[in-house]
């Protein structure tokens, strides 16, 4: 056989293990959201860090109140009083907190950053005033619209020592249906069919919990008081101390946001830049595998255009790896928004329009995610809810701006 042969069967078996994969993720996640998790109560105390009042801040502020878990505590944090969110969490907590099953509801004022990003800051304000007898930390974002039963869905898994740390993911619900908010759906939507029950779950700072006693041991405080990103920076620290990450589907939240172009390319950016300088090496696995996925399916094409031309007698083999990896591509698309139509399944009429982009430019969207994540290749500026940072390494980070 030619050296050609062994390269189209290779890519043509990668392909088929990838779709076996996301098709194994996709029956894990349906098995297991709807398992009632009841009987694992640790006392815990849920941080909720806020910036400024994000789409359906008030919706999402009252998923936090109605949790179905007894004698919890649930803490707001902001940088100052100032902030816009700190009267609407103060009026919510008047509204909301005699009917919540939270045992205590606080709302503290962090101060200014001086080493970390600010949300960093505020999570690491509340670790300071935990007390000897709360066990597990959950941490949720402002923008994320969580279900009754996700305190307990997330702190489940942390019952077995083999995890050190528990996470969820958002699904990008589109505001509105213009064009840029669809394709960021479209973008979140291939990220979060990685995960399931794999070694290789990373977590999501919106959607996650850890032990205090894991916390303290790993040093994480010390970490965090250092970096930009919470979940990058845990997820590094859990994996080197020889623990997993669970990956809880029923803790997969809905996040309300629509963007313009600009936005959407300054939040992708953003994302795999911090990606680049604090995980790096899950930075390559991004852009080599996005990569990879383009050429097999354009250079493919080409190469069989190329054969149908020439009257090469090896056509069905040229043919062959253009079309496996445009079937596999739509497969996975039709997947992971079957997956989220059972997930989210009061959320469905809304996402019709992004399930349909979704689908219909599943070629598309990976190109747009090769842009972003080539983009974040050059600089170490970002700019994340008004305040500029400088990422120098991992554990270094520099606040150039605050607005």
């Known amino acids: 056989m030619q050296w050609y042969f062994y390269i189209a069967i290779l890519a043509i078996a990668s392909q088929l293990s990838f779709l076996v994969q996301m098709y194994r993720n996709y029956c894990y996640v349906l098995k297991k959201y709807k398992i009632d998790r009841n009987w694992y109560r640790p006392k815990t105390v849920m941080i909720v860090p806020c910036k400024g009042v994000d789409s359906a801040f008030e919706k999402n502020i009252a998923s936090f109140f109605n949790q179905d878990y007894e004698d919890f505590l649930l803490w707001f944090v902001v940088a100052d009083k100032d902030d816009p969110a700190y009267n609407k969490l103060s009026r919510l907590k008047k509204e909301l907190a005699g009917s919540s099953k939270a045992r205590d509801v606080q709302i503290f004022v962090a101060g200014q950053s001086r080493s970390c990003s600010q949300k960093l800051h505020n999570l690491l304000c509340c670790y300071s005033k935990i007390t000897e007898d709360i066990e597990v930390m959950a941490f949720a974002d402002s923008d994320a619209c969580i279900r009754k039963d996700w305190l307990s869905q997330i702190v489940y898994p942390l019952h077995n020592n083999k995890y050190g740390a528990s996470s969820g993911y958002r699904w990008f619900v589109p505001a509105k249906n213009n064009l840029a908010s669809l394709a960021l759906s479209a973008l979140n939507a ?189 600089g170490r500026t970002i700019c994340w809810r008004g305040i500029k940072y400088k990422l120098i390494g991992p554990t270094e980070t520099v606040i150039l701006e605050n607005k």
């Open 190 to 378: 291939k990220v979060a069919q990685l995960l399931g029950n794999t070694p290789f779950n990373q977590a999501w700072g919106g959607s996650m919990a850890i032990t205090v006693d894991n916390f303290r041991k790993m040093g994480l405080d010390k970490i965090w008081a250092k970096t930009v990103s919470d979940d990058l920076s845990l997820t590094h620290t859990v994996k080197k101390a020889g623990l997993k990450i669970a990956y809880v589907p029923a803790c997969l939240v809905a996040s309300y946001e629509s963007v313009n172009w600009s936005q959407l390319f300054e939040f992708g950016r953003r994302q795999f830049l911090i990606t680049r300088i604090t995980a790096p090496k899950v930075w390559l696995f991004a852009l080599f595998s996005n990569l990879y996925s383009i050429l097999g399916l354009w250079a493919g094409l080409l190469l069989a255009i190329y054969a149908y031309s020439s009257q090469s007698k090896h056509l069905v083999l040229f043919a062959a790896v253009p079309l496996t990896f445009f079937a596999g591509q739509l497969i996975r698309t039709i997947l992971r928004q079957r997956m989220i139509s059972k997930l989210l399944k009061d959320e469905q009429p809304k996402m019709k329009p992004a399930a349909a982009a979704d689908i219909l430019g599943s070629w598309l969207w990976s190109l747009l995610m090769l842009v972003l994540i080539i983009a974040s290749a050059f």
